[in-house]
């Protein structure tokens, strides 16, 4: 399974020949990226913020996608949606490998989250937030579930991101295991640990 970071929170998911973007992102809306498209078997969204669910950046193939998709309910906030809203927790395996997308998850996971979730060889996790770094939210998850391969997302830097996102420096003071890896893109292997993946960049920088 190779994962692709896109850019903001969006990935690429490749398996078996299927590709399935997930939460793909309006560029002009977010500062430093370019617009983009993408050819895809599938397009997942974890909510409906215009920085999550451009579909148009998408142009679907039409044929059937072996990967199977598992949604976890979860929220956008710490306060049951009241301020933010729905998040969906996506799921995604093909039978080696199972990874999970985390959209803009707002709060730490419960038990019930925990055992549906399971063992995850990777995470795409927003650290960056929106009005305030994610990070040891995002800290706190990684440390719940222990995936091996970490993609930290959502973040701002000199080039790109919103104002009032945290960093990503922020969330690797707080992981201490990150690895450099060159481009956008990593083939996920088994692994023992944790490993946070620091890419090159985006593609759609």
């Known amino acids: 399974m190779k994962i692709t970071w896109i850019g903001h929170d969006c990935f690429m998911v490749e398996s078996g020949g ?40 998408v142009t679907l193939s039409g044929r059937d996608c072996p990967l199977k998709a598992e949604i976890v309910e979860a929220f956008h906030d710490n306060c049951g949606g009241k301020e933010l809203g729905p998040n969906k927790i996506i799921i995604i395996d093909d039978g080696s490998f199972r990874v999970g997308h985390f959209g803009d998850l707002g709060h730490m996971l419960d038990e019930a989250q925990i055992q549906t979730i399971g063992h995850l060889d990777a995470a795409m996790i927003n650290v960056g937030g929106f009005k305030g770094s994610l990070a040891p939210l995002a800290d706190q998850v990684v440390r719940q579930l222990k995936p091996t391969w970490v993609f930290p997302a959502h973040f701002k830097t000199e080039t790109f991101g919103f104002d009032g996102s945290g960093t990503l420096q922020e969330f690797l003071d707080l992981q201490q295991n990150g690895m450099h890896i060159p481009g956008s893109s990593l083939e996920l292997t088994k692994e023992e640990g944790t490993h946070t993946v620091i890419l090159d960049g985006p593609v759609t920088i």
Request: overall charge negative; some cysteine; hydrophobic content about 35%.
């Open 18 to 57: 299927c590709t399935i973007v997930v939460d793909p992102f309006e560029a002009g809306g977010i500062p430093g990226y370019k617009d983009y498209h993408l050819d895809a078997d599938m397009v997942l969204v974890s909510h409906e913020h215009f920085d999550h669910n451009y579909r148009d950046a």
